[in-house]
Structure formats: structure tokens, C-alpha cells
């Protein structure tokens, strides 16, 4: 079992920083993709931005330029740099694990519970 445990969320007015940090647990061997989601009320869960094992990297078109992911891949973690925020930023984050492989060689796919980021106008 692999369990993901997000941080750093809160309120924040606009033009202010965060950072999202995302540590996963459990009988793991390797990680391929962790990325961050999030979602607003009313609307679908979206991609925010996304990080293989060798350091490539994906972004929604909305934040690039303000948001920056990264990993340490000896502590199984994940962050997300968030500059420049804006009101329209508001959601639920959810980080996730893909592709983990386990000390069992299975494959899983594992979802953090969850940080709200209010960005106030």
C-alpha cells in the first residue's frame, strides 16, 4: 500500500507564493510520473503540472511561467512551487503517484487526500 500526504496549502492573497509539498509512503520501489491536480468547485479535476523520475516536466498552459515542480526522488516527494497566484488558482490540489512500483512488483496509481489554496483577490 502507498500512501501520499500533501502539505503547504492555506490562504493567500494575490500575487503571493505557495509551495505544495507531497511525500509518499509505503512498500516502494520506484516512481515514475508524480504530478499535481487540482479542482475548483463546480469543475472537473485538471492537470496542473507533472514530473517524470528523470526530471521532465508538463504544464496546464495556465500556470506556466508561475508555478515550478520538482522531486526528490530519494525521498519519494514531490513539490510545487506556486508564484504569482491569482484568484482563479483556487482549488483542492491533489498530488499524485503514477506507475509506483512496489516491493512486490505490482504497479499502483495513488492519490493524496487532498490541500485546499484559497487565493483571495
Known amino acids: 500500500q502507498v500512501q501520499l500526504v500533501e502539505s503547504g496549502g492555506g490562504l493567500v492573497q494575490a500575487g503571493g507564493s505557495l509551495r505544495l509539498s507531497c511525500a509518499a509512503s509505503?512498500?516502494?520501489?520506484?516512481?515514475?510520473?508524480m504530478g499535481w491536480y487540482r479542482q475548483a468547485p463546480g469543475k472537473q479535476r485538471e492537470l496542473v503540472a507533472l514530473?517524470?523520475?528523470?526530471?521532465?516536466?508538463n504544464y496546464a498552459d495556465s500556470v506556466k511561467g508561475r508555478f515550478t515542480i520538482s522531486r526528490d526522488n530519494a525521498k519519494n516527494t514531490v513539490y510545487l512551487q506556486m508564484n504569482s497566484l491569482k484568484p482563479e488558482d483556487t482549488a483542492v490540489y491533489y498530488c499524485?503517484?503514477?506507475?509506483?512500483?512496489?516491493?512486490?512488483?505490482?504497479?499502483?496509481?495513488?492519490w493524496g487526500q487532498g490541500t485546499q489554496v484559497t487565493v483571495s483577490s
Open positions: 509505503g512498500s516502494i520501489f520506484s516512481i515514475d510520473d
Open positions: 514530473i517524470t523520475r528523470y526530471g521532465s516536466t
Open positions: 499524485n503517484a503514477d506507475r509506483v512500483l512496489t516491493t512486490t512488483r505490482t504497479y499502483q496509481n495513488s
